[in-house]
């Protein structure tokens, strides 16, 4: 996931990422994910993060200000 992240980047790509981890989300090295969701995630949860990050919406439903 961190790796594939900094190549999609490192090419200038800037697609949001979504982190599913069984472990704790700390572990990611990404500096800027979009959402990181714990497993396991329920369906609901994880199409609310789609939305959110489809729409740039911060993770949580809080507009950026």
Partial sequence: G????RNLRSVGLTLPIIYL???DSSLTHDPAPQAVLQKPVTRERLVQALR???TGMPIGGHPAT
């Fill in 52 to 54: 959110d990050v489809l």
């Fill in 21 to 23: 981890s069984g472990y």
């Fill in 2 to 5: 961190d790796e594939l992240a």
